[in-house]
């Protein structure tokens, strides 16, 4: 069954999700009894009052998540049944797809149709992927001596913090959840304040699903009082990290504080799109342009915001960016299975976006279209769809993370000059190059400083395809094989015979 506007207004009024942080496999108030608002940035409406975790609910849940580790009730759960309990758990993330579909819908304003057909079946590959995994990885018997025995064992961190943003609330997790979970880590997930319903659920689920009490913990609250506590926390042998830059270089910082955990990071970016004269679907290019701008209101660390567009062909993909803008990203209720465009996802976050607006006009750029607030939706954080024209590459536009629908067109000379002024930037997460000549493309793919390319499309890969940055976009490698590397750690094992 289809559901329509009315049905999800409907669950809307009716939701009465668990509030409370998640630890040792059951609800419980925060220590202090703490509660925070969470929004709904469409209507300005309260969606839920949440436990406000602070440090001594943390060391709750670290505690819990050592206990279970050293028991090896899941650290050392026979791979075959582990597997089991996370084929189980993605199961019934499907079974409740609708479910999760609202709760982040309703935080941070994604169309609820983007839930249905990007994060929700983006989270369940990779959950799936991971546990596929698990009876497959290996250790080594290495070439020693004749009479030694020596091998490297492959064995779980242990415990495993994991922060998050709100952009993919449910997605942004299960990309970390499920390789520490699959590699027999226990983890306590801090989700954004924004968006902190659907990692409740997610933790409920998990146990659900036969995955032991103590493994997965969620403490719910802000960055300072829970995130904080979290990565200074002696008790803690990683944390995976997604956020801004910022916070990131936090995360260093608290490790090095602290106890010298692993830090991996995912952060921003300023993702350059190349548009060479010889490419031969210039109208492709542009439909890709924009929703690699405009997809997720913009709100996408590897959104394509700089478009740096040959000469030769600048006014016809203005033309044409231009066109396909029109009918592909209207704002519109999240709620409604039509809408292709929600509202950003607070107060704040709308006039950090309008800010922006005002510095490209203020430092020269060319307002091509957009650059407000749409008319009718005064009520709600929303930004319209926004093009500059005529960009350098030294405005701020270009070079800061809007983190909103905001596209800039960059002209450029030639190939050299595309691929200096992509790389003019702190940041190295997504880049693509839309051309027909091989020899362009397999340069650039060589030259580029980003941790992903993609020739001829945007957005596209599936669990195998490493997600992560070069340069200050972070240093860790999301979905992929190598993901299970961030997870684990290796023993070398020496047996002497002689
Ligand atoms: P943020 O860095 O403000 O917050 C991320 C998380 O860190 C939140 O859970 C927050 O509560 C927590 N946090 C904040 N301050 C903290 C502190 N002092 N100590 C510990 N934890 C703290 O980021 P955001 O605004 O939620 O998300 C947007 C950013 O995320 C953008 O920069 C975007 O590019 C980035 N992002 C990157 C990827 C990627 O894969 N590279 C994916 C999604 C989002």
């Known amino acids: 069954m289809t559901l329509t506007l009315k049905d999800w207004q409907a669950r809307a009024a009716a939701l009465k999700p668990d509030t409370r942080l998640f630890i040792d496999g059951t609800f419980v108030d925060a220590a202090k009894g703490g509660k925070f608002e969470t929004v709904n940035p469409a209507t300005g409406e309260v969606v839920a009052e949440l436990a406000r975790g602070t440090a001594e609910d943390v060391d709750r849940a670290v505690a819990s998540a050592r206990k279970a580790f050293k028991s090896g009730v899941w650290s050392r759960m026979a791979p075959s049944d582990r597997m089991s309990v996370m084929r189980r758990f993605a199961d019934l993330i499907e079974a409740h797809a609708e479910d999760f579909a609202l709760l982040d819908t309703l935080d941070m304003g994604k169309p609820i149709s983007d839930m249905l057909n990007i994060d929700i079946p983006g989270s369940l590959m990779t959950i799936r992927f991971f546990a596929e995994t698990i009876d497959k990885m290996e250790g080594v018997v290495t070439s020693t001596k004749a009479d030694a025995l020596h091998y490297i064992l492959r064995q779980p961190l242990g415990v495993c913090g994991i922060v998050v943003p709100w952009n993919y609330p449910l997605m942004m997790a299960a990309w970390k959840l499920a390789p520490a979970l699959s590699c027999g880590n226990s983890v306590v997930l801090k989700p954004a304040e924004q968006s902190p319903l659907s990692a409740l659920l997610l933790a409920r689920l998990f146990c659900e699903a036969g995955g032991p009490a103590g493994v ?175 960009v350098s590459n030294k405005m701020t536009i270009a070079q800061e993370e809007i983190f909103g629908p905001v596209a800039s067109i960059i002209p450029v000379d030639d190939l050299d000059h595309a691929i200096a002024t992509a790389n003019d930037t702190i940041y190295g997460l997504a880049s693509a190059i839309w051309t027909s000549n091989l020899k362009s493309a397999h340069r650039f793919a060589q030259e580029i400083e980003a941790g992903i390319v993609w020739v001829n499309a945007y957005e596209a890969g599936d669990a195998t395809t490493p997600w992560g940055g070069f340069k200050q976009s972070g240093n860790g490698r999301d979905k992929c094989l190598e993901a299970l590397t961030q997870y684990t750690q290796t023993k070398s094992v020496w047996i002497e015979l002689s």
């Not at 200074?232 to 936090?250: A, N, P, Q, R, Y």
């Not at 997809?295 to 590897?302: I, L, T, Y």
Request: aromatic residues 8%; glycine residues 14%; charged residues 20%.
């Open 216 to 390: 997965f913990n969620v403490v719910t609250g802000f960055g300072e009082e829970t995130g904080k506590p979290l990565a200074l926390h002696m008790d803690v042998d990683k944390i995976g990290f997604t956020g801004s830059g910022e916070v990131g270089k936090l995360m260093m910082v608290y490790a090095g504080q602290s106890n010298m955990k692993r830090v991996t990071t995912e952060c921003g970016g300023k993702s350059p799109q190349i548009v060479l004269a010889d490419c031969d679907d210039l109208e492709k290019a542009a439909t890709f342009g924009v929703a690699g701008i405009y997809g997720n209101q913009g709100e996408v660390c590897s959104a394509g915001s700089r478009i740096l567009v040959e000469r030769k062909v600048y006014d016809e993909y203005v033309a044409l960016f231009t066109e396909a803008a029109k009918g592909m990203h209207v704002p519109g209720n999240p709620l409604d299975p039509a809408t292709t465009m929600g509202p950003l996802v607070t107060p704040e976050q709308q006039a950090r976006v309008l800010g922006y607006i005002e510095k490209g006009k203020a430092e020269g750029a060319k307002l091509a279209f957009g650059g407000g607030v749409p008319a009718g939706f005064n009520a709600g954080c929303y930004v319209e769809p926004t093009l500059f024209t005529d």
